[in-house]
């Protein structure tokens, strides 16, 4: 199995790749016609297994990466298993009440360090909220960066109004995941996140910025509809 992931900054900006498998020695060679009556049959059953396969893993792997670790912490940055080599992780689970806000504070990496830095949420299934039409992730380019050079995320159900609320989209318990990709160094405690969970209410006197941080109803709506066009964009053609 071959799996291609196309990670993107900058929605907008980032051309999408491409990819094209072919063997050669089956070019320009029709396939052979089936006259095994049973040949549907045998397919059937093979994409059966390989489905029951995949689902046993997604099973088992929010257990083993993320879910045996304390509720609403993340982890150090870490290597992320299977051949993935100049990624670093950072994973935890969220459970909240709907007054309630989790406050993930973490150094931007710049791209001197990390040319991709984003945090995303999740399902307990470990599946991706609607990134489309709800801001469940943000990518460094597309976060606002605090004067201080951190980026402070707000995971609520609830609108804080500000620029780096991820929403939880009725999932009150989820997943939460930071990544760096194509690393020019490894990553140490001090560039991974903090946690705090909060009372929702509290968030204006616990952001030290705030204002800085704040965004009309005008404005998020721009922002979903970014996200809209350039998911759009990438997913056509």
């Known amino acids: 199995m071959l799996l291609v992931r196309e990670v993107y900054s900058d929605w907008a900006a980032e051309r999408r790749g491409t990819i094209a498998i072919r063997r050669a020695d089956?070019?320009?060679?029709?396939?052979?016609?089936?006259?095994d009556p049973g040949a549907p049959a045998k397919r059937y059953a093979v994409a059966g297994k390989i489905l029951l396969s995949r689902l046993r893993t997604f099973l088992a792997f929010p257990e083993w990466f993320y879910l045996k670790e304390p509720v609403n912490t993340m982890t150090p940055p870490r290597p992320t298993p299977g051949g993935l080599a100049t990624q670093f992780s950072s994973a935890g689970h969220y459970d909240l009440g709907e007054d309630q806000a989790m406050i993930v504070t973490v150094p931007a990496a710049g791209r001197q360090v990390a040319p991709y830095q984003g945090i995303q949420l999740g399902s307990m299934w470990y599946v991706s909220l609607d990134y489309i039409n709800h801001q469940t992730s943000l990518t460094a380019d597309q976060a606002r960066i605090d004067p201080d050079g951190r980026m402070r995320f707000v995971i609520s159900e609830?609108?804080?109004?500000?620029?780096?609320?991820?929403?939880?989209?009725?999932?009150?318990?989820?997943?939460?995941?930071?990544?760096?990709?194509?690393?020019?160094?490894?990553?140490?405690?001090?560039?991974?996140?903090?946690?705090?969970?909060?009372?929702?209410?509290?968030?204006?006197?616990?952001?030290p910025y705030y204002e800085h941080a704040r965004v009309s109803p005008a404005e998020w709506r721009a922002r979903i509809a970014a996200r809209q066009a350039a998911v759009a964009e990438r997913m056509l053609g």
Do not use: F, M, S
Request: net charge positive; aromatic share 4%.
């Open 158 to 207: 609830r609108d804080p109004g500000v620029a780096n609320w991820l929403e939880c989209t009725g999932h009150r318990r989820g997943y939460v995941q930071i990544r760096w990709q194509r690393l020019t160094r490894d990553l140490t405690t001090a560039d991974g996140p903090q946690v705090a969970v909060v009372p929702h209410a509290d968030l204006p006197g616990l952001l």
């Open 26 to 35: 089956r070019a320009g060679c029709a396939p052979p016609v089936t006259t």
